[in-house]
């Protein structure tokens, strides 16, 4: 297993940029997930990483050796498609044993790697089957162990996930980060699920038109998103848009005085609040908050393990909070009058302004 | 077949009986229609009078001996079987490369290509033979080698004929191959050459052999346009016959033809074993 660097690395279709720049170190053993929506160019990169897709410009090393011009077949990496992409004519044996066979591995030696990595991901005995005499996640598996089988660099999902009912996809998930953990994988995982991306990754990178919006750990990045983009596509957010107003107050363009901890740059025009660090108490409570809002309750949602509730503030501006089902917790009928409160560091200040609309 | 399915599911009134036996009796009748040749030629081939009149009066299975004896006709078919398969061998190996282009190639003109692979099929045979005809003396005024009436020639004529089939036929195979099977090849360390060989060619296979069995028909049965190009001592089944008809009406005509019914039927039969070949065509 070796580390996979991306230098200024980018792709352009004639005028258009598919990945711009992309600089990136995945260490070795490390786990990281490129997250983003459809067309970020998320797939671009793994693809450039695999060699499928040549790079304009740039230049990517996987261990000490620079493979941007070396073709896939002479890469050493293992990639998982998101079709499974199995060769239908050949067994499950033949598929997991076609890299061993490629790189000239003695039939002797083989057939005990490949029974091997069968036994791995919990297919041994299923060597002379047939693609599709398997269910979905069983093919899926076969392409994990036909990867692994050849002891790749680095080690390429491609959504791996996307074909499985939601039961399995969630089962697969954590098999694919045992395995990874088990064997030391170098991996770089692709996806546009935040759930999964935060729930197998050691780092995220998410995407955005081409370019890196933020990287980080999945608490960094949920805790601490940079931009309106990560805050807005990594769970969920409120937004206010508003002036700095002094030492730690951010005034909202609908009047409320946010108070924040921590510092914020002097253009900041954006903060984001995540619906879970909202509180709704009853109009009458004087507990010692940063920020507490009088507000009137709009919509009710049950989603089982939390209640959404969405709020009209005196201001005019509207709020998502999100409480956990719990009988301690009071929940308050459309149309009462209640009060939000928050934390001073729930106030995320955004580097940048929200996107104007077009 | 789907609305007399329909019907069958629950008794109705008795229009719809009516409408299911005309349905079903024009069904029988079209088909008896398209198979009324083969089963006279059958028929015919068994007569035992040497003039074919009717009724028959007698049955023998002389004419398939006679036939067998007729150094024409053994000698075209020879020719026949030669030529066909040659031309079946050139063209899949025009044809493969032609359909890689064809489907996968981004280059402006593709659809026109496309479009040109294919038209031998409107093409008369008759005009087709005319031009090439034409075209060889030419060549051969130019370059000294003689082409009509050689086994190359025929052989390059009859390329044209299998060509629409080869690149029709394995095109429709080649848009079903998910490329990202290609790549998971060439990830595992396959050379584009051995990719081709261990995974695309096994996945197109029922497409190569479909086109390869309809190449050989079109060439085999081939008339109009062989018969600019063939010369003395070199002559396809197809022309000997022609050739016999103009002298003598006999059933031994009736014979060759049902053994070549026969062979061809096999044929299709063997290659529906490997795809079915109402998703292909």
Redesign the interface.
């Known amino acids: 297993m070796s580390e996979v660097v991306l230098t200024r690395v980018s792709k352009h279709y004639g005028n258009v940029a598919a990945v711009r720049e992309f600089s990136f170190t995945v260490q070795q053993g490390e786990f990281v997930a490129l997250l983003g929506p459809s067309g970020c160019g998320k797939t671009t990169t793994l693809r450039m990483i ?1 060699g ?1 897709i040549p790079v304009t410009s740039g230049r990517i090393t996987i261990g000490t050796k620079d493979v941007t011009h070396v ?9 998982v ?3 499974y ?5 050949m067994t499950v044996a033949q598929n997991v044993a ?2 061993l066979e ?2 000239k591995v003695p039939k002797a030696e083989a057939a005990p790697r490949v029974e091997e990595a069968l036994r791995l991901v919990r297919l041994e005995g299923y060597g002379e089957r047939y693609p599709r005499q398997l269910s979905g996640g069983q093919q899926q598996r076969v ?1 994990l162990a ?2 692994l089988v ?1 002891q790749p660099e680095v080690f390429l999902l491609d959504e791996p996930l996307s074909n499985l009912d939601a039961k399995l996809r969630h089962d697969v998930r954590i098999e694919i980060r045992q395995l990874q953990r088990k064997l030391g994988l170098t991996t770089v995982f692709v996806t546009h699920d935040q759930e999964e991306a935060l729930t197998v990754a050691d780092r995220l990178i998410v995407m955005n038109k081409g370019e890196i919006e933020q990287i980080g750990t999945p608490e960094e990045l949920y805790n601490r998103p940079r931009t309106h983009f990560v805050a807005d596509f990594l769970g969920k957010s409120n937004f206010f848009s508003g002036r700095l107003e002094g030492e730690g107050i951010f005034r909202t363009t609908g009047g409320t005085a946010l108070r924040f901890a921590g510092p914020a740059s002097a253009g900041a025009s954006l903060v984001a609040v995540r619906p879970e660090k909202l509180r709704l108490v009853p109009v009458d409570s004087t507990a010692e908050v940063a920020n507490t809002a009088r507000a009137r309750v709009e919509l009710v949602t049950f989603l089982g393990a939390i209640i959404e509730t969405i709020v009209r503030l005196e201001s005019g501006e509207t709020v998502t909070v999100h409480s956990q089902n719990q009988t301690i917790d009071r929940h308050y009928p459309v149309g009462s009058d209640v009060l939000v409160t928050w934390g001073a560091d729930a106030n995320l200040i955004l580097e940048e302004p929200a996107p104007q609309p077009a | 077949m789907v609305a007399a399915q329909a019907i069958d599911r629950r008794p109705g009134p008795p229009t719809f009986a009516v409408g299911r036996f005309a349905y079903r009796l024009v069904v029988a009748l079209v088909f008896a229609f398209m198979l009324m040749p083969v089963v006279f030629v059958a028929w015919v081939s068994f007569f035992a009078n040497e003039i074919v009149t009717f009724p028959p009066q007698g049955y023998t299975l002389s004419w398939y001996t006679r036939a067998w004896a007729n150094r024409a006709f053994t000698d075209g078919f020879l020719t026949s079987i030669q030529v066909g398969l040659f031309s079946m061998v050139a063209g899949l190996i025009l044809g493969i490369p032609a359909s890689f282009a064809i489907v996968r190639g981004r280059f402006p003109g593709r659809e026109a290509l496309n479009a040109l692979m294919l038209s031998p099929l409107v093409v008369p045979g008759v005009v087709a033979g005319t031009a090439i005809y034409i075209y060889f003396v030419q060549l051969e005024i130019w370059t000294d080698v003689r082409f009509v009436a050689t086994l190359p020639g025929l052989v390059a004529a009859h390329v044209m004929l299998t060509i629409p089939w080869t690149v029709r036929l394995i095109s429709a195979s080649l848009v079903g191959v ?1 490329r ?2 290609e ?10 050459l ?1 990719t081709f060989l ?2 695309t060619l ?2 197109i296979r029922p497409g190569v052999v479909a086109a390869a069995i309809f190449s050989f028909i079109a060439s085999f049965t081939d008339l109009e346009m062989t018969l600019f190009l063939i010369g003395p001592g070199r002559s396809t089944l197809q022309i000997a016959l022609l050739q016999y008809l103009e002298w003598k009406f006999d059933p031994s005509v009736a014979a060759v033809s049902f053994v070549q019914v026969t062979i061809i039927g096999i044929g299709l039969l063997v290659t529906d074993r490997f795809v079915k070949l109402s998703k292909v065509v």
């Open positions: 695999a499928f073709p896939p077949h002479r890469r050493n990496t293992g990639m498609f998101q079709g992409a199995l060769f239908p004519h076609f890299g490629m790189r392409a036909r990867a050849v | 998910d990202s099977i790549e998971a090849a060439m990830n595992l360390g396959a050379t584009p051995t261990r995974i096994p996945m």
